[in-house]
C-alpha cells in the first residue's frame, strides 16, 4: 500500500488521496512525496484530465512532516551536508512549483490544470504547506480542526515553501503570528486571516472542489506573485509601509527571542531577502536558510527533544510491561491550588473525580477552582454549557472518605507535611480497593518514607505535579523504593489520561527537576551576596532562553518557601550543607517580610495589584554591588553548570534512568533553554570537553560544586557524547 492513491472520476477530475497506512494522522516522508509527485505528473499529463482535486481519506488532512526524517537529513546528506540538504529541499519546491504553474505556459499563463486542495480536518506543516501551492484551498467547517505552520515550536520554521507562499499571500505583517509564533486557527479563522479560500458543510467539501476545479479558469489558477504587477500587501523591506514592518519585525523577534533560537533569525532574514526578488528565487533563499537551520546544532536538538523524545516519552517509552492501567475515578485529597487543578486535569478528561478536603467548604472552594477556568473557557468560545456542566458533573467535593469506594488511583495533595500525610494515606487506605494505587503529589518529601505510613508500598507511588496544573505540562512520577511495575504503570497511564507529559525518576533528595531548579536560584542569590549587579544576574539568564531569571523565580515560587526548603535541607545534611552564603540573603529578606510576589515585595517591587516594577532599589543598597563586574559569560556559565551539573549528577546516581527524560523535563518542567535541547543536549553541542574546561575554570574560582562529574569527564577522555553513548537502543532518541 501506498501513502497516496489516484483516480480519475467520469467528469475527468483526478482524486489524489492521501492515506498512510496504520497511522492516525497523515505525514510526509521523501518516498511518498516521491509517489505524490508522480501522481501530479500523470494528470499533467493525462489529456483526459481536466484538474485535479488532492484530499484525504483520514478525518483530518495532515500532520505535517515526519519529524524523524528531518532529524536524520543531515546525517543522510551525505560529505557535504549542506549541499545534500539544499538540494533536498530544492526537490520540495520543485513538486510544490509544479503544482503551482500546473503545466501552464509561463509566459501566457494559460494550458494549466486547476488543482485545488480539500482537507477534511487539521492541515499543519508541510499538510498546509503543499495546499498553498494549489490554486484553491476548501476546507470542511471543522470547529476541532487546527490549520496552521507551528514548525517554530520545534526549532524549524516553514521551509517548504511557506514561508515565501504566506508573506506574499498576506504580507509581512499579517503573516507573522503563523509564523513567528506558530498560532493554529480553526478553518473559519483561517479563511478570515486569508489562509484559506473557502469553508464549506463537511458533507459538501468534494462537491464543492469538483465544482471548482470543473469552472475554473486560466485567470483563476494564476497566483498572484505570477501574475505580471504583482505588489506585496504591506509594502516590502523598501517600500515606506514595509520598511517600518520589517524594523518592528526585527525588534520584535529579538525582544522575544534574545538572540539564541536561530530558526526565528532565519525566518525573518528569509522573509526580509524573498520580498525583493523574483518568487523562484525567493523559494532558493528559503531554501538556503533553512538549511541554515538545519545545519545548527539547536535545530537538530530541539526536533530531537521537543518532538521525537516528548512523544516517546508520551508514548510509553518507559512504561512496564503490565496491563492497561487505565484510571476510572481518581481520589483527591486536599482542595488547595494543587489538588484543584488535579480535580479539573482529571475530570476536563473523562476521568470521575471524588474531591476531599477536611472542611465542606474548602472542598466546594476547590471545585469552585474548577469551575473558575471552565467560565473562563466559554468566554474564549473554547467551553461550550455542555462541556462545562458534564466537567463539574464528574467532581464529587466531600469531607466524606467512603466516598473514595471504587476509586483505583488516589493522588494525595495536602500540606507538606510527613504527619498530615500519613494520616491520610491510612484513612484513604481504609476504604480503597486492594489494588488501587495510592500516589502522593509532594515536590520535596522522600516517597520511600511517606510511603512507611501505607500498608501497600509497593502500591506507593509519587507524582509530582507542576503549578498551575492545568498549565503545565510536566509531570514527574517519583518510584519509592518498594514501589511496584504497576503502580508505574498506574502513573503514566493517568498521566497519558489527562494528557501531559511524563518523566520517570528514581526516589531522592528534591527527585530531578527541583534538585536543579533550586541550585539555579542559589547560583543566583549569591552573586547577590557578592556583590554581582542583579540586573545582569537576571539579563544573563534571560540572553540564555530562561523564560525567568533566578531572582525572579525565587520571587514566583516564594521566597519563605525557599527558607523552609533550606532549613529542612540543613537539618538533613547536617555539616556537609554548601549554602551558607545562600541562606544569609534568602533569611534576611524573609526577616524583612520580602516573601515575592505574594507579598507585594522580593527580590522585585511590586504595584499594589501584584505587577512587577523592576528590581529592588534597595537591593544594592543591602548587598552592594561590586566596583568590578563580572563577565557576562562567566554569570552565564554560572548559571547554567549549576544546573547541568546537577543533571548530570542525577544519571550518575540513577535518580535519572534516562537522558530523554531528562532534557525533556527540564525544558517542560522549569524553561530550561529551550534551544538548547535540554541539558545534556546542550553538553552535547559544547562538546564534553569544553564542558569540563569550563567547569575547571569555574571550581578554581568559586568552589567544588563546580567539580565535573566522572561521568562528564569520562566522555570527554573517550571523545564521546551523551547521546552518542546513553541513547536508549531501539527507541526513538
Known amino acids: 500500500m501506498t501513502d497516496f492513491t ?15 497506512p496504520n497511522k492516525s494522522m497523515n505525514v510526509l516522508n521523501l518516498d511518498s512525496m516521491v509517489t505524490l509527485e508522480g501522481f501530479v505528473d500523470q494528470a499533467l499529463a493525462d489529456d483526459k484530465v481536466k484538474g485535479v482535486i488532492l484530499t484525504s481519506g483520514k ?76 490554486h484553491r484551498i476548501i476546507a470542511a467547517d471543522n470547529p476541532k480542526a487546527k490549520i496552521g505552520l507551528p514548525e ?42 486569508g489562509i484559506i479560500d473557502e469553508v464549506v458543510a463537511p458533507e459538501d467539501l468534494m462537491t464543492r472542489a469538483k465544482e471548482w476545479v470543473l469552472s475554473a479558469t486560466d485567470a483563476d489558477i494564476v497566483k498572484p506573485w505570477d501574475a ?48 525583493m526578488v523574483p518568487f523562484d528565487t525567493a523559494l532558493k533563499i528559503e531554501a538556503r536558510w533553512f538549511t541554515n537551520v538545519l545545519m545548527n546544532p539547536s535545530s537538530a536538538a530541539m526536533i530531537r527533544s521537543l518532538f521525537i523524545n516528548k512523544e516517546a516519552l508520551e508514548k510509553g517509552a518507559n512504561r512496564p510491561k503490565v496491563d492497561d492501567q487505565t484510571v476510572k475515578k481518581v481520589g483527591v485529597l486536599g482542595a488547595g491550588m494543587m ?14 473525580v471524588v474531591l476531599i478536603d477536611a472542611k465542606q467548604e474548602a472542598a466546594d472552594k476547590g471545585k469552585s477552582y474548577s469551575e473558575g477556568l471552565l467560565d473562563k473557557g466559554m468566554k474564549r468560545g473554547k467551553v461550550t454549557a455542555e462541556k462545562k456542566a458534564e466537567v463539574l458533573g464528574r467532581i464529587n467535593a466531600t469531607t466524606d472518605y467512603a466516598a473514595l469506594q471504587g476509586c483505583d488511583l488516589i493522588v494525595e495533595a495536602v500540606f507538606e507535611d510527613m504527619g498530615v500525610k500519613a494520616d491520610v494515606t491510612a484513612k484513604a487506605e481504609a476504604v480503597i480497593p486492594a489494588d488501587a494505587i495510592f500516589a502522593t503529589n509532594t515536590s520535596t518529601l522522600p516517597i520511600s518514607d511517606l510511603a512507611k505510613a501505607s500498608k501497600r508500598p509497593e502500591q506507593f507511588i509519587g507524582i509530582h505535579f507542576f503549578s498551575p496544573v492545568d498549565k503545565m505540562m510536566l509531570v514527574e512520577i517519583i518510584k519509592g523504593k518498594e514501589t511496584g511495575d504497576v503502580a508505574v504503570a498506574k502513573a503514566l ?90 541562606d544569609e540573603v534568602l533569611f534576611a529578606m524573609a526577616d524583612r517580610g520580602r516573601l515575592g510576589r505574594k507579598s507585594n515585595a522580593g527580590f522585585y517591587a511590586y504595584d499594589d495589584k501584584g505587577g512587577r516594577l523592576g528590581l529592588w532599589e534597595e537591593l544594592g543598597a543591602v548587598w552592594p554591588v561590586a566596583d568590578t563586574q563580572p563577565d557576562l559569560h562567566e554569570v552565564q556559565h554560572r548559571l547554567m553548570m549549576a544546573q547541568v551539573l546537577e543533571a548530570v549528577r542525577a544519571l550518575e546516581e540513577g535518580v535519572l534512568e534516562d537522558i530523554r527524560e531528562g532534557d525533556v523535563g527540564a525544558i517542560l518542567g522549569w524553561g530550561f533553554a529551550p534551544w538548547s535541547g535540554g541539558p545534556f543536549a546542550w553538553l552535547d553541542i559544547i562538546g564534553a570537553e569544553q564542558a569540563v574546561a569550563i567547569c575547571g575554570g569555574l571550581e578554581n574560582r568559586y568552589g567544588a560544586r563546580f567539580v565535573a562529574p566522572k561521568l562528564l569527564r569520562d566522555l570527554a577522555a573517550k571523545g564521546e557524547t551523551f547521546y552518542g553513548r546513553l541513547s536508549p537502543v531501539g527507541k526513538a532518541a
Open 6 to 20: 489516484y483516480e480519475v472520476d467520469a467528469d475527468g477530475v483526478a482524486i489524489i488521496t492521501w492515506d498512510v
Open 59 to 134: 478525518k483530518d488532512f495532515a500532520g505535517g512532516m515526519d519529524l524523524n526524517v528531518i532529524a536524520k537529513m543531515k546525517e543522510s546528506a551525505g560529505d557535504d551536508p549542506a549541499r545534500g540538504l539544499f538540494e533536498g529541499i530544492m526537490k520540495f519546491h520543485g513538486l510544490e512549483r509544479k503544482i503551482e504553474l500546473a503545466g501552464m505556459d509561463f509566459k501566457t499563463k494559460k494550458g494549466g490544470k486547476p488543482i485545488a486542495a480539500a482537507l477534511p480536518g487539521t492541515a499543519l506543516g508541510i499538510g498546509l504547506e503543499i495546499p498553498l501551492s494549489c
Open 152 to 193: 517554530i515550536m520545534v526549532g524549524i520554521f516553514p521551509g517548504a515553501g511557506g514561508t515565501m507562499r504566506l508573506t506574499r499571500k498576506l504580507g509581512a505583517m499579517a503573516a507573522a503570528p503563523f509564523l513567528l509564533e506558530g498560532k493554529l486557527s480553526d478553518p473559519k479563522k483561517a479563511k478570515a486571516a
Open 228 to 275: 505580471k504587477g504583482y505588489k506585496m500587501p504591506g509594502g516590502t523591506p523598501y517600500h515606506p509601509a514595509g520598511f517600518m514592518t520589517f524594523v518592528g519585525a526585527s525588534a520584535m523577534v529579538h525582544g522575544k527571542t534574545q538572540g539564541v533560537y536561530p530558526a526565528a533569525k532565519a525566518l525573518l532574514a528569509a522573509v526580509y531577502e524573498g520580498a
Open 339 to 352: 489538588g484543584a487543578g488535579i480535580a479539573y486535569v482529571s475530570a476536563s478528561a473523562g476521568i470521575e
Open 493 to 582: 497511564d493517568f498521566v497519558r489520561q489527562i494528557r501531559k507529559t511524563p518523566i520517570v525518576v528514581n526516589d531522592a533528595r528534591f527527585f530531578y527537576a527541583n534538585r536543579c531548579i533550586i541550585p539555579y536560584i542559589n547560583e543566583g542569590i549569591r552573586m547577590v551576596a557578592e556583590g554581582v549587579e542583579p540586573a545582569l544576574i537576571e539579563n544573563a539568564a534571560k540572553l540564555l532562553g530562561f523564560p525567568l531569571g533566578p531572582l525572579q523565580l525565587v520571587d514566583e515560587t516564594s521566597i519563605d518557601l525557599g527558607v523552609k526548603i533550606a532549613k529542612a535541607t540543613k537539618a538533613a545534611m547536617g555539616d556537609a550543607y554548601p549554602d551558607s552564603a545562600v
